[in-house]
């Protein structure tokens, strides 16, 4: 037997193995798995509506940025910080302190 020979039967053989895999499965699924119909099909996960904001907190975000800019600047979009677990005024604060260095550089 040469090589190409056994190569072509060792093939064989595992397509074989996976027909028969193949079978068992869907004996399986057919004995266990419901029938997968509209009802029971995955769907992907719904997004949650974002949380309205009070217009009390918008008139006074807009008070801070008008009072920043020094006139009234339209404002587009405000969404709360979706970041789970971050504190923004500890980020503020970091930022803070790492502007506060002063790096000098060699000449």
């Not at 974002?50 to 940025?65: G, N, Y």
Request: hydrophobic share 45%.
């Amino acid at each position: 037997m040469t090589e190409t020979q056994s190569m072509t039967a060792l093939l064989e053989e595992i397509n074989q193995r996976l027909r028969d895999l193949d079978e068992r499965l869907r004996s399986v699924e057919a004995r266990f798995a419901p029938p997968l119909t509209a009802a029971t099909a995955p769907v992907a996960p719904k997004q949650e509506p974002e949380e309205q904001i009070e217009p009390e907190i918008l008139m006074v975000i807009a008070a801070a940025v008008a009072a920043f800019m020094g006139h009234k600047a339209r404002i587009r979009r405000v969404r709360r910080s979706a970041t789970p677990g971050m504190n923004p005024w500890a980020q503020q604060g970091r930022v803070s302190i790492q502007a506060s260095h002063s790096v000098g550089w060699a000449r």
